[in-house]
């Protein structure tokens, strides 16, 4: 403190001078003010830390605009893949509705039997049709919530790496066939295992696939 109350940085520099009986005679040294110094230190401190959170901030949107993307190629992929199917699901409701509307799939003078029989048949048929593409889906939806999987809750395993790429074929392959690529396997068919962290690998090889 200074007299007139104020406060200043100094660089305190002495040395203590004895007597022969080592006992303290006095001080020699200067006292230095580094106020400006430390001043110019603090505003570059500020500065520094300003900067790390400016390119904290900058990296955290860039990762978000790169998850962004990628959920981007995920719902495109989500689309084309739903696409055949919910048209399959669609043309057998018409197709049914239709056939019932316009008495197409009874022949003349049916018995009241036969009309029962080919209305379960015809139901039946068109049923599991229309649910195996529901279930398809449904897969769909489960695979691409895998693939966004928080990384805690993922756990290494050992995997079939000839499975694991028939998977990314179904994956990916519609958005490849809406591009004329074709997507070859060939990889062996057989039990080969591999160990590690499966949705890693397969955020790399899509990644791989979408760049390409």
Do not use: C
């Amino acid at each position: 403190k200074t007299k007139d109350n104020k406060t200043i940085w100094v660089n305190d520099s002495s040395h203590v001078i004895r007597d022969e009986n080592g006992d303290i005679i006095f001080y020699v040294g200067y006292i230095q003010d580094i106020t400006k110094q430390q001043n110019q230190e603090d505003i570059l401190r500020q500065k520094v830390d300003e900067a790390l959170v400016e390119n904290t901030r900058q990296l955290q949107t860039l990762q978000q605009q790169s998850k962004m993307a990628s959920m981007g190629e995920m719902i495109g992929n989500i689309a084309h893949q739903w696409r055949q199917p919910l048209n399959v699901i669609s043309l057998l409701l018409q197709d049914l509705y239709f056939k019932f509307q316009l008495g197409m799939i009874f022949p003349p003078n049916a018995s009241v039997d036969e009309v029962k029989k080919i209305v379960q048949d015809t139901f039946e048929e068109n049923y599991q049709k229309i649910n195996d593409r529901a279930q398809y889906l449904s897969n769909i939806i489960d695979d691409f919530r895998n693939h966004f999987m928080h990384d805690e809750t993922l756990k290494p395993e050992f995997f079939n790496i000839y499975e694991f790429f028939q998977d990314i074929e179904e994956f990916v392959l519609p958005s490849l066939e809406a591009n004329n690529i074709k997507f070859f396997n060939k990889i062996p068919e057989n039990n080969l295992k591999v160990y590690g962290i499966k949705n890693y690998l397969k955020q790399a090889v899509l990644t791989i696939i979408n760049n390409a």
